[in-house]
């Protein structure tokens, strides 16, 4: 067979652009690859990078969303005394978390403080036999205090103070309470350990100054108030309330709250039963923070005082 040069020429030139044709498909197939192979990638990149934001915010919101930092956040409602607040907030940690010893004694507390003595007493004593057996009993201590019954008090509390000895608010509950209860020698120990655990307690200054002028030590309670600035109003108070004790009277004045500070307040209310913090450390000031002027003087005259070595 003869093939013609023409066709032959047709046939080749047929040849090349089919062969070009291929390459331009390959290339741009090639360039396609690419392209597709960087979005991927990117997409890829782009949901990693989610992900690992995602699993961040879980954490950190895993972090604070837990039981421990919510019941911070009611005891610092009640630091501030926000009681009715926290006890809203109490039953959102009991309804997600359950019933525990922390949120019985929180609820307790606030109770107690928001005048439901009944319901607070039924709260504090199931802390009996947990970890916060000692909380109840000092919230019952505070309550039969309220109550008048000083004698009942003072039971209570030394309950209290075999679960947490070295608490200073609590000593000096219980050396008032003994002044009430008309045990005053009695005070002197437990009065006399709360002003040097915490010597810059107003409520441990006041509650010694009271036993100070009951047991006619008047010079060394006025040294010691003059040591430690008290005001006007709360020398006044001690020396009344030093009085109708004295005299037997059941009414014992407490001194007002002054402007600006809630009736809760240390500084407000020094000769009235009141808790301290549990455990307490949050937010403790110690007497170099406030000063020289709130530690009791050397030159004060304070009744000596001897301790075993076990007295802690």
């Known amino acids: 067979m003869i093939i013609s040069p ?37 997409s890829a990149d782009a949901q990693q990078r989610m992900a690992a934001e995602t699993t961040a915010e879980t954490k950190a919101s895993t ?12 005891e610092q409602m009640q630091r501030e005394n926000l009681w009715f607040a926290s006890l809203a907030h109490i039953d959102a940690l009991e309804q997600r978390w ?14 107690r403080q928001t005048g439901q003595a009944a319901q607070s007493e039924t709260a504090y004593k199931r802390l009996m036999g947990t970890p916060l057996e000692g909380a109840g009993y000092r919230g019952l201590g505070l309550l039969a205090g309220a109550r008048g019954n000083y004698p009942e008090a003072v039971r209570l509390l030394k309950q209290a103070q075999r679960h947490t000895p070295t608490d200073a608010v609590l000593l000096s509950d219980l050396g008032y309470a ?8 009695e005070a002197r120990l437990p009065l ?23 047991t006619d030590q008047q010079e060394q309670a006025t040294a ?19 009085q109708q004790l004295r005299s037997g009277a059941t009414a014992v004045p407490t001194p007002a709250p002054s402007a600006g500070m809630p009736f809760r307040d240390e500084a407000a209310v020094p000769l009235a039963l009141k808790a301290s913090r549990w455990p307490s450390p949050i937010g403790m000031r110690t007497a170099t923070q ?5 530690t009791v003087s050397t030159s004060a005259p304070l009744p000596s005082i001897s301790t075993s070595r076990g007295t802690p």
């Open 98 to 111: 359950g019933i525990s010893p922390e949120s019985t004694r929180l609820r307790a507390d606030a109770l």
């Open 178 to 185: 003994h002044l009430r209860a008309g045990s005053t020698g």
């Open 63 to 74: 972090s604070i969303d837990t039981k421990e930092t919510y019941l911070k956040l009611v």
């Open 224 to 242: 010691m108030m003059d040591a430690n600035r008290m005001p006007t109003a709360a020398r006044s108070a001690i020396r009344e309330a030093a």
């Open 290 to 294: 406030l000063g020289p002027a709130a």
């Open 6 to 42: 023409l066709n032959n020429g047709s046939q080749h030139a047929q040849g090349i652009i089919a062969a070009r044709t291929m390459a331009c498909l390959m290339a741009f197939a090639l360039v396609g690859c690419a392209t597709s192979k960087d979005q991927y990638a990117a």
């Open 192 to 214: 006399m350990q709360a002003l040097q655990l915490r010597p810059d307690s107003v409520q441990a200054q006041a509650n010694l100054a009271l036993y100070l002028e009951l």
